[in-house]
């Protein structure tokens, strides 16, 4: 029962923090809405493993230092898709 809650919450909450890491992150938006969403999941996943590597990833009541690490890491992650989508656009000479 505990690993479809968990399913669930990386599914909903991660794409949610897809969806802001993408609104949140500046400049022409090279990545699309949909990798964002992924590259959201992906964090919520990455995050809880480094939470608990930190020591905050289990705590009483909704933890807030994880949800935390999860939402920078989205926002890292398509920070870098988007840096990387950018510069593969441009000429050499540019």
């Known amino acids: 029962m505990a690993v479809i809650i ?3 919450l ?3 909450v991660g794409t949610i923090f897809g ?3 993408y609104l949140v992150v500046p400049g022409r938006r090279n990545v699309p809405v949909w990798a964002a969403v992924l590259i ?3 964090a919520m996943a990455l995050g ?13 009541g909704v933890d807030w230092w994880e949800l935390l690490v ?11 898709v ?4 950018s ?7 540019a």
């Open 82 to 85: 988007a840096g990387v989508r």
């Open 48 to 60: 809880s493993l480094l939470a608990n590597l930190l020591g905050v990833g289990d705590t009483q």
């Open 70 to 80: 999860q939402l920078v890491l989205a926002v890292v992650g398509v920070a870098v």
């Open 6 to 8: 968990a399913t669930l």
């Open 40 to 42: 959201g999941m992906a």
């Open 87 to 93: 510069r593969r656009g441009r000429s050499p000479s």
């Open 19 to 21: 969806l802001l890491a």
């Open 10 to 12: 990386i599914l909903v």
